[in-house]
């Protein structure tokens, strides 16, 4: 997200008279200091950037939406895959140019690429002030040279220290955090392990935002992200997210609930629950199918009308979870589970686990329990050996299974992962030859879904005017996840209709593309 396209809409967690000290450490500025975002990556790294934001205009700042015009530019990076590293530099780098030549005196780097590549960012990008990890947000402060707030009105924000630390439900400073015994295990056996990375610190990231932190929303005035968990407990093989984000934990019930009825009261009707793993939520607070309590609680929160989750790990879709969503309204009829591949084998040298077989009898299970259930998935593709016959068993499982919504990636050798020291490399080519004849797959099977739309009636959410074309407007229903999945473009409405952005409408579906959709308001 580009900092000149950043919208700071509101914080409901904002107090206006809040009092700035100086601090001699930081010797902020006088006039209040112009602070800029980008923020790259996930949902996940757009709720840190937003706690970020929050921390910095309840200490003053004024944040801006134009880079030319900020004292200080963040920029929130990404490091999952290599593509999303060279994103990330290349963006400090252009940030950089408004330092040295331009109005900008600080550039700070936060995020994922920090935890990776902590001193190598200070060493080959001199232009870099200070680096913030993903566990370390609290720090933006100092960061940006500007004095936190003390006293009255200072909030209640937690500041964790040391090894699995956390605040306490009694408000003591710190207790030892509560973990899940899989992941206690893993740490056991070195999952967590960073030692082969130059410069990064000892401690894994152990924070984690509650109901009293303040936060400023950068999404639409009418949804809004909830991070109800953080890091990974999982072994998978291609993936260096446990050493970047930690163990998993879970943000306490009640402070989820809280926040969930603050944003509702502020105006936001869309709430999407995002965590790695959201399946896992509540099992290191001794919780049992803690999502499904925690969706039939905020499906009974009056003012929200839309409640989703994403990344659902296929093993733990419990029947609760599925009976839950299927009996309320408010909760999207909509999975987004990452499979990551479909062939055994593959699985195996993922330390993923399943197959094609064990997938489509829980999708099953899953379409049979909801109705008009919605799927989502991803895979990987080119995988370390993954033969011509694996391949074709996981093209031959998405002609079966039918996604509603399906996303390939390029396999991406990452340095800490376990796959990097695996054997038989595919070549960028090949693999991205595999990629586009899966997706080419999976745009038939949405092309011919997509038709079979047309002529029914759904309820639509109108985001405002199309960014492909003024005469349109544009919007989601319920089968469309905020900015991953495709839109309905309206060309027709009543005049009396008068359609308002953030508003629910009743549409129907004219035509229908291979992703996309064209609906008219009833």
């Known amino acids: 997200m580009p900092v000149n396209d950043l919208t700071c809409t509101r914080s409901p967690d904002l107090n206006p008279d809040f009092k700035k000290e100086k601090s001699p450490e930081n010797q902020p500025l006088e006039r209040p200091q112009k602070v800029g975002f980008v923020s790259l990556g996930c949902p996940k790294n757009l709720v840190d950037s937003e706690v970020m934001m929050g921390l910095l205009a309840r200490a003053g700042a004024e944040l801006t939406r134009r880079a030319e015009d900020a004292d200080v530019i963040v920029v929130n990076t990404c490091s999952f895959i290599e593509s999303a590293q060279q994103e990330s530099v290349n963006t400090i780098l252009e940030m950089a140019a408004h330092k040295t030549g331009g109005k900008a005196k600080k550039l700070v780097v936060a995020g994922c690429l920090v935890e990776r590549f902590r001193d190598q960012i200070r060493q080959d990008i001199p232009e870099v002030d200070a680096v913030v990890g993903t566990g370390e947000l609290e720090k933006i402060l100092s960061a940006a040279g500007i004095a936190p707030v003390t006293g009255a009105g200072a909030g209640d924000s937690p500041v964790f220290s040391?090894?699995?630390?956390?605040?306490?439900?009694?408000?003591?400073?710190?207790?030892?955090?509560?973990?899940?015994?899989?992941?206690?295990?893993?740490?056991?056996?070195?999952?967590?392990?960073?030692?082969?990375?130059?410069?990064?610190?000892?401690?894994?990231?152990?924070?984690?935002?509650?109901?009293a932190t303040p936060r400023i929303l950068t999404t639409p005035r009418h949804m809004a992200y909830i991070k109800i968990a953080e890091g990974c407990d999982h072994p998978c093989t291609f993936c260096i997210i446990p050493q970047l984000r930690g163990q998993f934990r879970s943000r306490r019930f009640e402070s989820v609930i809280a926040e969930a009825e603050r944003l509702a009261q502020s105006g936001v009707r869309e709430i999407t629950l995002i965590g790695q793993d959201t399946t896992c939520y509540g099992e290191d607070l001794g919780l049992k199918d803690g999502l499904a309590l925690l969706l039939e609680k905020l499906a009974g929160i009056e003012d929200l009308r839309w409640v989703r989750f994403l990344y659902a790990y296929p093993n733990k879709i419990t029947g609760k979870l599925l009976d839950t969503i299927a009996r309320h309204e408010k909760i999207c009829s909509y999975m987004d589970v990452p499979l990551q591949h479909a062939s055994a084998s593959v699985l195996k040298r993922m330390k993923r686990g399943g197959g094609a077989e064990i997938f489509l009898r829980s999708m099953a299970k899953m379409r049979r329990t909801i109705p008009d259930l919605i799927l989502r998935t991803s895979f990987i593709v080119g995988f370390p050996g993954e033969s011509e016959k694996e391949f074709e068993e996981l093209c031959d499982f998405v002609r079966e299974a039918q996604f509603d919504w399906m996303g390939a990636f390029a396999y991406s050798d990452q340095d800490g992962a376990a796959a990097y020291a695996l054997e038989k490399k595919l070549s960028p080519r090949e693999i991205e030859r595999r990629r586009k004849h899966l997706m080419g797959i999976q745009r038939q099977i949405s092309k011919k879904k997509k038709k079979a739309l047309v002529g029914q009636e759904f309820d639509l959410l109108l985001e405002g005017e199309s960014e492909e074309t003024e005469l349109l407007l544009e919007g989601r229903t319920s089968m469309h996840a905020p900015e991953i999945d495709g839109k309905v473009f309206i060309n027709d409405f009543p005049e009396e209709a008068n359609p308002q952005p953030g508003r629910f409408y009743r549409c129907q579906i004219s035509e229908a593309h291979d992703y996309d959709l064209v609906a008219r308001i009833v």
């Open 162 to 211: 040391g090894p699995r630390a956390n605040r306490g439900q009694n408000n003591s400073p710190f207790v030892v955090l509560p973990s899940r015994p899989e992941g206690d295990a893993r740490a056991a056996q070195g999952r967590f392990s960073r030692q082969s990375w130059d410069g990064a610190i000892s401690d894994l990231p152990n924070y984690l935002y509650d109901d």
